[in-house]
């Protein structure tokens, strides 16, 4: 266990150079002021839980103080936005700190975010709020407890510093940490500015430090890009499995290495829902549920693009065409775990493709209706289930398939089929009014909700007593909150 002191840095991206990203400090929150912090994310760099309340903790990463070691640098990238390219985009308001390594030698780059103006500001004041600050902090912590690669957070600090936003709020950084920062929208800024040389350097870099394993490969960035390919679509499988929505799927928020990253309008389903758009600035929708799958790729494709300096266009589409199979394989397997079964079927895909189309259009939770189809054997779980739906001729006949399909696998021990199914059903997960009431308590002075909600997250398979409140549908007030992307 390390003290806050004893981090060891070795900054690699900032010494690329000034033309990947630009030397600025922190410009230090008022009265900073510990709000949550995970201990599991401490761990990845070896500190002591304890550590986090060392008034130095909060200095640090409000921006007070900072190690000798770290080079606090901008990053520069650009990116398409809601389809169309921006061709100057940025860390405006978050500046990677350093890279970390711990005692098992994985570096981790230290983040932080709301630091304040940079370069690449535009019009933004570099600034986060508190509540945006908290659900990204719980949002990383809740998809990690989920098995859903992302970004981790390790704290969030809160202060006295004026933020205006819709109306005036207060300042807050979280600490983000993750293997790289590298964005798609980094290859494209060099690509479109027409920078061979500084976006080969990038491509080197990624590779060395990322996915030395493709550098054996024939064709190096090729097997790098189809590694990007392979890991969002598994990434993109577990978000659909899950009902996760990102909100803003922009390829300046999408990373190289397939992790959930940036948090801004996000949410978890509550009710089924195919259509939902969880960003309330998206009205065209072309971010909600299910084009999640679809703007995977088009990033993809738009990151396929940057590389053409490097890679032939035919290997680039014939990669870009594995998506859609890993991704219906990935999605497949995880439903079919979500499902109780353990073996393969055909009909498979109709089934769980079936079960949504029922739970379209009936509110039904899409959470608590998998977990509650594990509490007991089939035939008795769907006879309970079964009146929550509309239709309920439509529901019996899925029903009827389903029980026939588990029995197809033999005989299995109620206890053991629970097990196995709430394994991967979480009872817990992050719903926008859970994250709701606990802004409303933090922005009241109140951290204490954020801290157990937290807590809950960190194990969402497992029920916890006292805790039953957090596992419940949301109230009517909580069903229609208009997260918007102003944050
Ligand atoms: P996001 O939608 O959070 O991914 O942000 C898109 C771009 O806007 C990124 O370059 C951000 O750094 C920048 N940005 C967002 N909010 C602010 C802010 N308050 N101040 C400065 N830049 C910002
Ligand atoms: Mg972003």
């Given at each position: 266990m390390k003290a806050l002191d004893e981090l060891t840095f070795d900054n690699r991206f900032a010494r690329l150079g000034d033309a990947f990203s630009t030397h600025v400090l922190p410009d230090p929150l008022d009265a900073p002021r510990l709000v949550v912090a995970s201990e599991a994310a401490m761990a990845l760099l070896d500190l002591d839980p304890a550590e986090a309340h060392d008034p130095v903790f909060a200095k640090l990463f409000g921006g007070h103080t900072l190690w000798a070691d770290a080079e606090p640098r901008a990053m520069v990238y650009s990116g398409h936005q809601f389809g169309s390219y921006n061709p100057q985009l940025g860390d405006g308001r978050g500046l990677l700190l350093g890279e970390v390594y711990n005692e098992a030698g994985e570096h981790w780059d230290l983040h932080l975010k709301g630091a304040g103006m940079t370069p690449y500001s535009r019009m933004g004041d570099g600034r986060a709020v508190l509540r945006s600050s908290i659900r990204e902090f719980l949002a990383s912590e809740a998809l990690h407890a989920l098995g859903i690669p992302t970004s981790r957070a390790l704290c969030v600090i809160g202060s006295d510093t004026p933020v205006w936003r819709e109306k005036q709020e207060r300042g807050a950084m979280v600490l983000r940490l993750a293997h790289s920062h590298i964005r798609f929208g980094h290859f494209e800024y060099f690509y479109y500015t027409q920078r061979p040389e500084q976006q080969k350097q990038l491509g080197e870099h990624v590779l060395a430090l990322h996915y030395p394993q493709c550098l054996e490969q024939p064709e190096p960035y090729l097997a790098m890009f189809q590694k990007s390919v392979e890991r969002n679509a598994e990434l993109i499988a577990k978000w659909q499995a899950y009902g996760f929505c990102h909100g803003v799927m922009n390829t300046d928020n999408m990373s190289i290495l397939g992790i959930t990253f940036d948090f801004g309008p996000f949410a978890f389903l509550d009710d089924f829902d195919a259509r939902f758009i969880c960003n309330h600035s998206d009205q065209q929708?072309?971010?909600?549920?299910?084009?999640?799958?679809?703007?995977?790729?088009?990033?993809?494709?738009?990151?396929?693009?940057?590389?053409?300096?490097?890679?032939?266009?035919?290997?680039?589409?014939?990669?870009?065409?594995?998506?859609?199979?890993?991704?219906q394989a990935h999605y497949l397997d995880l439903m079919r775990r979500r499902l109780g079964l353990t073996t393969a079927e055909d009909g498979d895909q109709t089934l769980v493709e079936d079960l949504l189309q029922r739970m379209q259009g009936s509110a039904i939770d899409y959470t608590l209706f998998l977990r509650r189809l594990g509490d007991e054997p089939a035939e008795q779980a769907v006879a309970r289930l079964r009146d929550e739906f509309v239709d309920l001729e439509a529901f019996d006949q899925w029903a009827?398939?389903?029980v026939a399909r588990v029995n197809r696998e033999g005989e299995i021990d109620p206890q053991q089929r629970r097990e196995r199914m709430h394994a991967v059903n979480p009872l817990y997960i992050l719903r926008n009014y859970l994250a709701q009431k606990a802004i409303d308590a933090a922005e009241a002075g109140d951290y204490s909700e954020v801290q157990r909600l937290h807590t809950v997250l960190t194990q969402p398979f497992t029920e916890q007593p006292g805790m039953q409140s957090y596992a419940e549908r949301p109230p009517e007030w909580g069903k229609h909150l208009e997260i918007s992307c102003s944050s």
């Amino acid at each position: 266990m390390k003290a806050l002191d004893e981090l060891t840095f070795d900054n690699r991206f900032a010494r690329l150079g000034d033309a990947f990203s630009t030397h600025v400090l922190p410009d230090p929150l008022d009265a900073p002021r510990l709000v949550v912090a995970s201990e599991a994310a401490m761990a990845l760099l070896d500190l002591d839980p304890a550590e986090a309340h060392d008034p130095v903790f909060a200095k640090l990463f409000g921006g007070h103080t900072l190690w000798a070691d770290a080079e606090p640098r901008a990053m520069v990238y650009s990116g398409h936005q809601f389809g169309s390219y921006n061709p100057q985009l940025g860390d405006g308001r978050g500046l990677l700190l350093g890279e970390v390594y711990n005692e098992a030698g994985e570096h981790w780059d230290l983040h932080l975010k709301g630091a304040g103006m940079t370069p690449y500001s535009r019009m933004g004041d570099g600034r986060a709020v508190l509540r945006s600050s908290i659900r990204e902090f719980l949002a990383s912590e809740a998809l990690h407890a989920l098995g859903i690669p992302t970004s981790r957070a390790l704290c969030v600090i809160g202060s006295d510093t004026p933020v205006w936003r819709e109306k005036q709020e207060r300042g807050a950084m979280v600490l983000r940490l993750a293997h790289s920062h590298i964005r798609f929208g980094h290859f494209e800024y060099f690509y479109y500015t027409q920078r061979p040389e500084q976006q080969k350097q990038l491509g080197e870099h990624v590779l060395a430090l990322h996915y030395p394993q493709c550098l054996e490969q024939p064709e190096p960035y090729l097997a790098m890009f189809q590694k990007s390919v392979e890991r969002n679509a598994e990434l993109i499988a577990k978000w659909q499995a899950y009902g996760f929505c990102h909100g803003v799927m922009n390829t300046d928020n999408m990373s190289i290495l397939g992790i959930t990253f940036d948090f801004g309008p996000f949410a978890f389903l509550d009710d089924f829902d195919a259509r939902f758009i969880c960003n309330h600035s998206d009205q065209q929708g072309r971010y909600s549920f299910s084009n999640q799958v679809p703007i995977g790729q088009w990033n993809l494709s738009a990151l396929a693009q940057a590389l053409t300096p490097f890679i032939s266009v035919e290997a680039l589409r014939e990669t870009l065409d594995l998506f859609l199979p890993l991704y219906q394989a990935h999605y497949l397997d995880l439903m079919r775990r979500r499902l109780g079964l353990t073996t393969a079927e055909d009909g498979d895909q109709t089934l769980v493709e079936d079960l949504l189309q029922r739970m379209q259009g009936s509110a039904i939770d899409y959470t608590l209706f998998l977990r509650r189809l594990g509490d007991e054997p089939a035939e008795q779980a769907v006879a309970r289930l079964r009146d929550e739906f509309v239709d309920l001729e439509a529901f019996d006949q899925w029903a009827a398939l389903y029980v026939a399909r588990v029995n197809r696998e033999g005989e299995i021990d109620p206890q053991q089929r629970r097990e196995r199914m709430h394994a991967v059903n979480p009872l817990y997960i992050l719903r926008n009014y859970l994250a709701q009431k606990a802004i409303d308590a933090a922005e009241a002075g109140d951290y204490s909700e954020v801290q157990r909600l937290h807590t809950v997250l960190t194990q969402p398979f497992t029920e916890q007593p006292g805790m039953q409140s957090y596992a419940e549908r949301p109230p009517e007030w909580g069903k229609h909150l208009e997260i918007s992307c102003s944050s």
